[in-house]
């Protein structure tokens, strides 16, 4: 096996032959995938087949992709990322994302496996009266569209954090500036300050609060 964090994607066993139209993978792209020595057992049918109808054992067992099934677009660095989000995902928004729906996503690399889930999918729809293309493409694309618009927001938040990194090579000792709060001056780190404003936002009097608890007073000797 491949020290890389390799996908789990049902290995088919060396004993069994099914049928695919999948191209086989060149060699500069095994790297990263499993090979048949290590496979893991599947569910088979009468005639000896891989049983991928399993949705109970779908869902139990990750998939490992290997060179019979990847396609010539099969990027296992890209794959582990996109099978880590489909965990967070999963975990994070299980009663919003129809779990056969992350399913689906998770095999999608196993052609044999996507056509299963798929008429899984259709069972659903018929079995409330749905017609299957408004099911998966209406119904059920709802809180995916809505989850995909999320990026903008989630790429707006890891700028806004990125922005206040310090620079390599710059000194980062704070920087402070003196304010008057309320009628009083203070020494306010402006690090600090655009951290708060990030935070308070337009709540001017919580800003204040904050920063008065904070920052350090200045107290100006008086001359006799």
Do not use: C
Not at 140 to 168: E, G, H
Not at 183 to 211: I, P, Q, S
């Amino acid at each position: 096996m491949s020290n890389k964090k390799d996908v789990i994607i049902p290995e088919v066993p060396a004993t069994i032959v099914i049928e695919t139209s999948a191209p086989a993978a060149p060699a500069e792209m095994t790297e990263g995938l499993e090979s048949t020595d290590d496979a893991p057992l599947l569910p088979t049918d009468a005639n000896g087949k891989i049983d991928f109808t399993s949705r109970a054992y779908l869902e139990s067992h990750k998939p490992v992709v290997t060179v019979e099934f990847a396609s010539s677009k099969f990027d296992p660095e890209r794959e582990v990322k996109v099978q880590a989000g489909l965990d967070a995902v999963a975990e994070l928004l299980a009663d919003k994302i129809n779990p056969l729906v992350i399913l689906l996503a998770r095999y999608w690399e196993i052609k044999p496996a996507r056509t299963a889930i798929k008429k899984m999918i259709d069972a659903e729809a018929k079995s409330k009266n749905i017609p299957e293309d408004r099911y998966l493409q209406i119904d059920l694309r709802k809180n995916v569209d809505t989850l995909a618009s999320l990026s903008q927001a989630i790429d707006r938040m890891k700028y806004s954090i990125t922005y206040f990194k310090p620079r390599a090579g710059v000194d980062s000792k704070p920087v402070f500036q003196m304010m008057v709060i309320d009628g009083t001056m203070y020494n306010v780190d402006l690090n600090v300050l655009a951290a708060a404003k990030l935070t308070f936002g337009e709540d001017r009097v919580a800003l204040k609060a904050h920063l008065v608890e904070i920052s350090q007073k200045v107290v100006i000797d008086e001359l006799l």
